[in-house]
């Protein structure tokens, strides 16, 4: 499902809905994972450290863009990494 944003340039999508669906939610690595019931949600089991949740969202971008070809963009903003470094790669 996607709609137009407010400049009517670019079409968003549900993310959940493609985490979901790509057989996501849920998935563990480690002492992180995919919230079981909200797919944006990622959970810290542990004490890990914040890379490896930073990994995990790097991850299911990946699947996003292999299965749909959309590229998800993070809303949040991430304190101490070029996290804009990472998702070269991804792009």
């Known amino acids: 499902m996607g709609y137009p944003d407010k400049t009517g340039e670019k ?22 994972a995919i919230h079981e019931q909200q797919a944006l949600v990622l ?18 971008m990946q699947k996003i863009k292999s299965l749909y070809g959309i590229i998800l963009e993070p809303e949040v903003r991430v304190l101490g990494i070029d996290f804009a470094e990472r998702l070269k790669l991804i792009k």
């Open 43 to 60: 959970v810290n089991f542990g004490e890990t450290q914040g890379l490896k949740i930073l990994n995990l969202a790097c991850y299911v």
């Open 11 to 32: 079409i968003k999508v549900a993310a959940g809905w493609l985490i979901d669906n790509a057989g996501l939610k849920g998935k563990r690595v480690g002492d992180v």
